[in-house]
């Protein structure tokens, strides 16, 4: 574990090459709340929509999260949603000169209608996909001048990911072209394959991440136990000269074989699956990006067997970041320290909470030396919603408020014993004097404090009520607090070294 967060913590920034079937996927979010008078189908009253970049796009958008210099490799058509997508990848800071437009075809796109029932408090789910694509194998001229945009930049690369979706851009004489200038460049080549029995196309490549389905299709052997894994692995490493093969097996985690003959299922971690879509993408960016960062191909599918777990807790393709996988691998030591997160990691963590509809409560204190009081008032918060976010002052806050005196406990200790308590869901630290920046990141649905900010007003209140949120105000429990337990600490060892003294003189 210590050699995986290593690598994770100093993941360099390698020039990856993502060639593949560019999409743009839509998501159009909303409630259902009836079923059509016209139809037995459901009715979604809509609230939002947006898009993000989907297929070879997807995995373009996770290796720029992890920190990878990108380079696309694609096509696309002359069409708004082209526009659209290439406008996404220029943000990004992508390099896309590798994208060509292809007028006989528009740009791929997928729409995801994604519905939940609000006063059942129920999650989302994806109600209907709709397509728009042509997938006719690209013609000669659009093949020679994506051939000649590899063999200008291939060698500039640290590694080569292909992402193949079965739309018509990977011909079987263009993954010839690909693997013949990776082999003359000394470039590895990794591919997501496409649905198909006859995998001659990828012979040459240096590693394949097929799913169970495609491995079955592909081989012809039922996987059903470790044995058919082998056999399975063993037919393609050895029937397509690849290095490697990594094939996902879904809830069981993944299988990595080696053209040296030897295997090895690395398990999943049990977990609530919120939706599968993205996670091939997921597995071919985190092995491509940790293979390109210079490390092993066992190292590499360990990280992305972590990193596919993470992607199926989102809704929809959405990117993993590197502190989420810190998150994990520190948490499958400590549950507890695997509550305690950085903001930039909670944020996208509460925008999967907020898709599933769930309710965001947050408070903030300082919590030097719990006692009963702060442990009523976290349950009392923890009520008022679906999880309680807690932010922390650290230490350096605490004594900017309390004197150089405080805290008495450290903001480690006190972050750990936070996220301890059953009722706190995520601890997160904050410099400053205020909460204010940290409301503004969490966005809370219930801002809580305690009553004796009643009359001043609640730092942040009025921001939560601006978009429809509220503050509520907790009672305290009387007579305690960390000055009283202070106080009484050193009453009692007043009179112990009282006693002691008297003890003394009578001798």
Known sequence: MDALLNIISNLGSPKIMVIGDFMLDKYVWGEVKRISQEAPIPVINVSSEDVRPGGAGSVVNNLQTLGAQV???????????????????HGMGVDTAGIIIDKSRPTIQKMRFMGHLQTAGKGVQQLLRVDYEKTHVISAEIEAQLTAYLNKNIQLCDIVLVSDMNKGLLSHSFLKTIAALCKKHK???????????????????????PNRNET???TGIKISDGDSLHRAGNKLVSSLSLECCIITIDKDGMFIYHKNGSGKIIPTVPRAVSDVTGAGDMVLSMFGMVVGSGHSFEDAALLANIAAGIEVGKIGATPVSKGEILGELIGGRSPI??????????????????????????????????????????????????????????????ESQKGPTRPFVSEAERAKMLAALEDVTYVVLFEELTPMNLIKAVKPDV?????????????????????GGKVVY???????????IVSRIIKRHTQIESLKDAAGQVQ
Request: aromatic content about 8%; proline content about 1%; some cysteine.
């Open 187 to 209: 470039k590895i080549v990794i591919v997501d394959p496409k649905l198909m029995n006859d995998y001659t196309c990828y012979e040459g490549f240096t590693a394949m991440t």
């Open 71 to 89: 380079l696309a490799c694609g096509i696309i058509g002359d069409d708004a949603h082209g526009h659209t997508l290439m406008n996404i990848l």
């Open 474 to 484: 907790a009672p305290f429990v009387d007579g305690v607090s960390t000055t009283n």
């Open 447 to 467: 801002l809580v404090k305690g009553e004796d900010w009643k009359n001043a007003g609640a730092v942040g209140g009025e921001l939560v009520e601006s978009y």
């Open 337 to 398: 320290s695997g509550k305690i997160k950085d903001i930039d990691v909670l944020k996208g963590i509460l925008n999967e909470h907020r898709k599933k509809n769930d309710k965001i409560v947050f408070t903030n204190g300082c919590f030097d030396i719990l006692h009963v009081g702060h442990i009523e008032y976290l349950k009392f918060a923890r009520k008022q919603g679906d999880l309680l976010v807690v932010g922390l002052n650290t230490d350096r806050s605490v």
């Open 216 to 218: 079955e299709i592909a």
